[in-house]
């Protein structure tokens, strides 16, 4: 069956830097567009960054323009998020989500939490 | 962008229907065929239960429906069960490989 499992989450200060991991199974990963979605704590869900299945091209939204890249191994069947230049308002669960072929996401892993604080 | 407009809340008897909203622009809800449908339990990842606009995944319950009239999308519960109380979203591509949300509807079966 599909899996996907977030790791890398956890606290760190400001201006900081963090690299989320998405190791993925079940399902051929290089096929597929993979995302990062984010919700912050006790909000609604945001659209964070987007990787195309041969990785050659990605697009963020607008707030971590600059500061988040994606970015995949296909050898390795897993996604990444670099997160640089952390701020307060980047705390959040952090999910990783496959994209159907229709533009939506079918598959999503369990989340994993990233606290920016001093 | 903006995130789409959905009611931050709803709310249902056990066997009715519902119906929640989710507003956006001509450049995204109005400008494609792809808006997209999830619920999400407490502490849970969310779950596809709509993609473009009114198809249903095979595993989701023919008790949700979805539909669009211009920029305006809707999804539909019927035959409400305890088990659908719970947050929905919807989300739209945007163009130029950007999707948005919308801020989430908390259902409530009474």
């Known amino acids: 069956q599909v899996q996907l499992v977030e790791s890398g989450g956890g606290v760190v200060q400001p201006g900081r830097s963090l690299r989320l991991s998405c190791a993925t199974s079940?399902?051929?990963?290089?096929?597929?567009?993979m995302h990062w979605v984010r919700q912050a704590p006790g909000k609604g869900l945001e659209w964070v960054a987007i990787i195309c299945s041969d990785g050659t091209k990605n697009y963020n939204e607008d707030s971590v323009k600059g500061r988040f890249t994606i970015s995949r191994d296909n050898s390795k069947n897993t996604l990444y998020l670099q997160m640089n230049s952390l701020r307060s308002e980047d705390t959040a669960v952090y999910y990783c989500?496959?994209?159907?072929?229709?533009?939506?996401?079918?598959?999503w892993g369990q989340g994993i939490l990233v606290t920016v604080s001093s | 962008q903006s995130a789409l407009t959905q009611p931050a809340s709803v709310s249902g008897s056990p066997g009715q229907s519902i119906t929640i909203s989710c507003t956006g622009t001509s450049s995204d809800v109005g400008g494609y065929n792809l808006v997209s449908w999830y619920q999400q339990h407490p502490g849970k990842a969310p779950k596809l239960i709509i993609y473009?606009?009114?198809k249903r995944p095979s595993r989701v319950s023919n008790r949700f429906s979805g539909s669009k009239s211009g920029n305006t999308a809707s999804l539909t519960i019927s035959g409400l069960q305890p088990d659908d109380e719970t947050d929905y979203y919807c989300?739209?591509?945007?163009?130029?490989?950007?999707?948005?949300f919308g801020g989430g509807t908390k259902l409530t079966v009474l």
């Open positions: 989500a496959k994209e159907n072929d229709y533009d939506a996401f079918d598959y």
């Open positions: 989300c739209s591509y945007a163009g130029r490989y950007t999707w948005v």
């Open positions: 473009e606009d009114n």
């Open positions: 079940g399902f051929t990963f290089s096929s597929y567009d």
